[in-house]
């Protein structure tokens, strides 16, 4: 029987571990041909051999710096010569560093904004007209502190809130070439990458890592850290027809963990 993603292509920016890793693995699983675009090689390998092995089509993979414009031209040519299509865009790239603003410096705040803002953005427009050949769906993965400010979290939290914005203007023009766009807040989700903010955090407060994860959950009121997978379940969603009318949202997948009403 025919699925809804079968033959469909996928590009997934940090692809290759974490919530990123856990989109591919669900859009992989409904039939898609997945991309999966990272930096390192060897990451790139791993990600697409667990894939394979679960019964998912095989992973292509493209290892690129998407903190480099050449880098991310050459993942758009990628999916132009092997695949001719992009039904799907999902961007997860991105670590920006958390801390003490006095010690964050201007190296920190280039490469926050470098991999995740500027990255997604120079994806969006490389890729943009074979999404609306597709009539495709972007997925932007942003994160809560682009409606929650944290003074130990400002580079995070100003990618974020910029990332946010973006995506809504597209969304806008997404209406008019028929390419949905949305994003995905997730709260604190357990991945390697949420270990190093926590103890980035814990550094700049002084106090120990556990600490810092236990006063997390205490402060946000909810039972767990999330999981990739949590994430993944909304992506997938959010890239088929059935959400078709969904369009220029954010939604918060963190527990309930946001405290305003935006």
């Known amino acids: 029987m025919q699925r809804e993603f079968d033959g469909k292509v996928a590009v997934i920016t940090g692809g290759s571990r974490g919530i990123g890793q856990g989109i591919a693995s669900a859009l992989a699983a409904e039939g898609a041909r997945t991309v999966l675009v990272a930096s390192s090689e ?16 095989a992973p292509d993979t493209c290892a690129a710096d998407l903190r480099r414009p050449d880098a991310c031209e050459r993942v758009a040519q990628h999916v132009h010569e092997r695949h001719g299509r992009c039904d799907i865009l999902v961007n997860s790239a991105g670590a920006t560093r958390a801390g003490a603003f006095q010690k964050l410096d201007e190296e920190a705040w280039q490469d926050g904004f470098g991999l995740k803002f500027f990255g997604c953005v120079r994806l969006c427009r490389l890729l943009w007209p074979l999404l609306e050949l597709a009539k495709g769906h972007v997925v932007n993965v942003i994160g809560g502190a682009a409606r929650t400010p944290d003074p130990e979290f400002l580079i995070g939290g100003a990618v974020n809130a910029a990332m946010w914005n973006f995506s809504k203007g597209l969304a806008a023009l997404g209406k008019r070439g028929g390419v949905n766009v949305n994003a995905i807040l997730p709260g604190i989700t357990e991945t390697d990458r949420v270990q190093q903010l926590l103890q980035q955090r814990a550094e700049a407060s002084g106090t ?40 220029g949202t954010a939604i918060a997948v963190d527990g309930g963990a946001t405290p305003g009403l935006y």
């Open 208 to 247: 120990t890592m556990e600490a810092v994860r236990a006063a997390t959950l205490a402060k946000d009121g909810i039972a767990r850290i999330g999981r990739p997978e949590d994430v993944a379940a909304l992506a997938v969603f959010l890239c088929s027809e059935r959400a078709r009318h969904i369009q």
């Open 42 to 57: 060897d990451n790139l390998r791993v990600a697409a051999r667990a894939i394979a092995h679960s019964g998912a089509p």
